[in-house]
Nanobody, 115 residues
Framework: QVRLVESGGDLVQPGGSLRLFCTHS????????MGWSRQAPGKQRELVAT??????NYADSVKGRFTISRDVAKNMVYLQMNNLKPEDTAVYYC??????????WGQGTQVTVSS
């Protein structure tokens, strides 16, 4: 069974930075495409970043501000978020995008950007 646990969400001022953490079960390996998605109140879930074998992709809304990375040996996925904007406010989910366990996500971590 795939398990993902997100952490690192917080209240931050506009222009600030946060780093999100995802710990996942060891059944998720380097062949999996991992990602971060987010869901704001009243909006559909949006996939904002993915990583596969070191290759990354980003939604236009976060390109240049967010960086996804992972440490396969530690079963960790990270999302570094810089220059945060109020529209980045959402619950952020670590997601298995492709491979075994595809479609799985954790309980989410709340990011609030507000002055």
């Amino acid at each position: 069974q795939v398990r993902l646990v997100e952490s690192g969400g917080d209240l931050v001022q506009p222009g600030g930075s946060l780093r999100l953490f995802c710990t996942h079960s060891s059944s998720i390996g380097s062949r999996n495409t991992m990602g971060w998605s987010r869901q704001a109140p009243g909006k559909q879930r949006e996939l904002v970043a993915t990583i596969t074998d070191g290759y990354t992709n980003y939604a236009d809304s976060v390109k240049g501000r967010f960086t996804i990375s992972r440490d396969v040996a530690k079963n960790m996925v990270y999302l570094q978020m810089n220059n945060l904007k109020p529209e980045d406010t959402a619950v952020y989910y670590c997601t298995v995008v492709a491979g075994a366990g595809s479609g799985s996500w954790g309980q989410g971590t709340q990011v609030t950007v507000s002055s």
